[in-house]
């Protein structure tokens, strides 16, 4: 993928896809490739609650938060 991609955008600081549900967050040469994964299952045993933050104050960082079932079932 990131081969592919890499090439379509050359000049891109940060690219973000999805779709494959598949965490990324890998900077190749100057460009961050970030994927935050996915919230809901799409394959049950492989898959992890996840989401992303986007940092794009001095240099674009991302971060991807695993969350627990626990922190779903709190109430407000």
């Known amino acids: 993928i990131v081969r ?3 090439g ?3 000049r891109a600081d940060c690219i973000v896809f999805g779709h494959t ?3 990324m967050n ?3 040469g100057d ?3 970030f994927n935050p994964g996915s919230f809901r299952a799409c394959i ?4 992890r609650r996840t ?4 940092d794009i104050k001095d240099k674009i960082e991302g971060r991807v938060i ?3 079932n626990s922190l779903l079932h709190k109430p407000y």
Request: hydrophobic residues 60%.
């Open 4 to 6: 592919r991609i890499r």
């Open 8 to 10: 379509l955008f050359p």
């Open 21 to 23: 549900h598949m965490v």
């Open 26 to 28: 890998k900077r190749v």
């Open 31 to 33: 460009i961050l490739f």
């Open 44 to 47: 049950p045993h492989l898959w």
């Open 51 to 54: 989401i992303g933050i986007l």
């Open 66 to 68: 695993h969350v627990s």
